[in-house]
């Protein structure tokens, strides 16, 4: 049985469309049921639909809290049957209730090698840092921002040409093809949590 996924967008949905893409062979173990943005009309709703996933607009300002907002996303998810959540471009910071209750069942994806750079503006940050190697992280999620145990790391080089628009770009390349990844080991049941490590069976 493929798992079930639901999506939480907030903008253009670029590694969406990657996890829609993987997800196209019948062959991946996992399927996309529902993608949600809390953004009317944002780019991602369009690629969903031209993939024939069901979609759901919960715009957050129609909610008296954080925690009722949540609660509406998790009774939807809950009602599609969904397994896995992916965050993909995800702008909200959720309550510690919802992470708790996907604990080990949802996923980020974060244009840095966590540790390093938690937050915003991370390829600027990196340029700055004088780092040789950025990247990106696939993390299953925890209730602190931009922690949690780490499933798939890719790096680029960073060059003394770099201007933090080309940095983005080359991360990017490796961020659609690391959630993919990350999602493949979740959906096939090949991680095991240890503390804040994630052990990946057959690596």
């Excluded at 253009?12 to 019948?26: E, I, K, M, T, V």
Aim: net charge negative; hydrophobic share 50%.
């Amino acid at each position: 049985m493929r798992k079930k996924v639901g999506v939480l967008v907030s903008g253009r949905g670029s590694n969406l469309q990657a996890l829609l893409d993987a997800c196209a062979d019948p062959a991946f173990p996992a399927e996309i049921v529902l993608v949600i943005s809390n953004i009317p009309g944002v780019f991602a709703l369009e690629r969903a639909e031209k993939a024939g996933v069901a979609t759901l607009v919960i715009p957050h300002k129609g909610f008296p809290s954080r925690d009722a907002f949540d609660a509406e996303m998790d009774k939807a998810l809950r009602a599609a049957g969904v397994d896995i959540v992916c965050l993909a471009g995800f702008m909200r910071l959720l309550s510690a209730g919802f992470v708790e209750s996907w604990r080990d069942r949802m996923i980020n994806i974060h244009p840095a090698l966590l540790p390093s750079f938690k937050g915003l503006h991370t390829h600027q940050r990196a340029i700055e840092a004088g780092v040789k190697l950025h990247g990106c992280t696939v993390h299953l999620v925890t209730p602190e921002l931009d922690d949690g145990p780490i499933l798939v790391q890719a790096a680029v080089p960073v060059l003394a040409t770099d201007t933090e628009d080309s940095l983005a770009a080359r991360v990017l390349e490796q961020e659609h093809q690391a959630y993919p990844l990350a999602l493949r080991l979740l959906a096939e049941g090949r991680v095991t949590v240890e503390g804040n490590r994630a052990l990946i069976r057959d690596a």
